[in-house]
Each structure stands twice: as C-alpha cells, then as structure tokens.
C-alpha cells in the first residue's frame, strides 16, 4: 500500500463528487463504507488497482492509499478525480435555485477520472432501461467476468472490471443472462476493441473527444454526455436523452414538466457550464411528483443514446 495526502484548493464534498461513480448500492467496483470512505477498483493503463479516499476536512486534505501495480497511476489522477482542474470561475447562476445549490454544495466539482473505458461501459449498459436493471446487469458482469481488487477491499469483495479483452470476450449468452440485449452487448464488444482509441480521448479537445466517442455505433448524445462528465470534466456535458433530467430539472425550474428542447432552452444562459448548473438544480431534490403507482420505465429515451 502506498498513500499520499492531496491538499485541495478548496473543502472536497467527496459524497457529492464521487457520487456519480456508483453504479447502484451493491455496485462491485464503487462502494462508501460506513466512515465516509470511498473504495475505488479500477483498471489503469498500469493494471489493475484500488483507491481509497478519505476527506480531511479539518486539513482542507484528501488522504488517498492505493494497491496494486495501478497504485501509482491512481494516486497521480486524484486531483484531477477531485476536479481540482475544474474552472467555474466564469460560471454565472441565473436562476435562485441554481445560486441556492451552488451555495449548498461548495465541496463540488466536475471529476476527470480520465479512465474513458470505464465510464463508457457501464454508460451503454444503461442505455433504455432502468437505473436498477442497468446496475444489476452491471454487477453480475463485473463478479463474473472482473477480478478481486488489489489489497484489503478484495477481500471483502470489492471487484476491478474486465479489461477490453474481457469485455470483448464475454459469451453471448452471458451478456442474455445479465439482462443486456445484443444490441447493448455488441457496442460494449465494438467499444472495446477501439479501447486504445478511446482512452486517446483524455488527450483531446471536449469538441473532438465527444465526437470520438459518438463515432461508435450505438453511443449517442446521452452516453457521450455520460462518459465526458466523469472520465473527462467536461461542465459542459448535458444528459439530454435521459426520461429523467429533463422532466425534473424543468420542473425544478418552472414548475412544469418539459422536454429535451425545453431543457436546452432553459440551460442556454449557462452554456460552457450546462452540466454544472444541472447539477447544482439536482442538489435541491426536487423532482416530478409521483401519480399513481410506480410504474417500470426506460431510464432515457429510446432515440438518442
């Protein structure tokens, strides 16, 4: 084990920064343990390896311990992972409930894990259907199919994912049995073996990593806008497409319910730090009232992935 203490800019609200990473509560590759720390398995251009973090509020401090032959690599990004190179310095807030979230969470950032793979896969998992049966799916594959993450959180179950051979390499009837059509499946599989073209992402311009990504068959403005706000900081990255967002986040705003294009109309003024002021909006809690039962319901819209 090897550790270092990360001195922020700022107080880091690691629960609000490092939320985004969990894929459901039983996700086998994120996980907060009961006193605030998070675990992160994670596969590196190194290998495999695992991350904790702990704030230090009294310090203004970050303590990360990583394991494994990724140790190096994953305490080298945790200031980018804690969004130490996220600018909101030019970030207006037009609406009061934007200020008020700012103003309630001023621990947050935009993370840059800059580990694009592993944002983008679990993204296509989510594609069209619920958050629950996404996670679920999720989880099976990672336990199947990943390896015990280095150190003492591999022993309690904490799992790295496949590396892209082992995405690529998954059965077909795996992939049924995890709930994850052919569809979903074969982009995972297509992803996987551009891996190298990918993780290029890190290194270019928003503009042209977003177009990279959405050059893949199957990978559209939602899981693109998925990837970009946590492998590549992007405050920009809207999750236009997602049933969600765009109901409650117009909601929280106008009281009403709108659309994509209502949606975009309403984040134009915070164009450069669209995501941002969603975010801060997704702070207050606010959210459509329920009607009647709950019903089962696709995650995002079907047209625009």
Known sequence: ?????????????????????????????????????????????????????????????????????????????????????DDDATFVAHH??????????????????????????PAIIEQRVTGREAFASFRMLVRQFGEPAPGPAGEDHLMVGPDPRGWAH??????????????????????????????????????????????????GVWTAAEVAHRALGDADAVSFGDYHVARNTTYALTGEVGDDAALAALLEPYAGHRYRAQRYIAFSGITVPRRGPRRSLPTHLPTRW
């Open 1 to 85: 084990m090897t550790e270092r203490v990360v001195t922020a800019r700022s107080a880091v609200d690691l629960d609000a920064v490092l939320g985004p990473f969990l894929r459901g509560a039983g996700d086998p590759s994120t996980r907060r343990d009961a006193s605030a720390r998070w675990w992160l398995a994670r596969r590196t251009p190194d290998g495999p390896g695992t991350l904790a973090l702990q704030a230090r509020p009294a310090e203004g401090a970050v303590l990360a311990q990583a394991w494994g032959p990724g140790a190096g690599w994953l305490l080298d990004s945790v200031p980018d992972l804690l969004g130490e190179g």
């Open 96 to 121: 009061d409930l934007v200020a008020r979230g700012r103003a309630s969470h001023p621990g947050w950032r935009v993370p840059r894990s800059r580990l694009v793979l592993e944002a983008l896969v």
């Open 170 to 219: 998954i059965p077909s009837w795996a992939w049924l049995k995890a709930g994850v059509e052919r569809q979903r499946s074969a982009t995972v599989v297509a992803a996987a073996g551009r891996a190298g073209r990918i993780e290029e992402c890190v290194d270019l311009s928003l503009e042209a990593a977003t177009a990279r990504l959405m050059a893949l068959p199957g990978v």
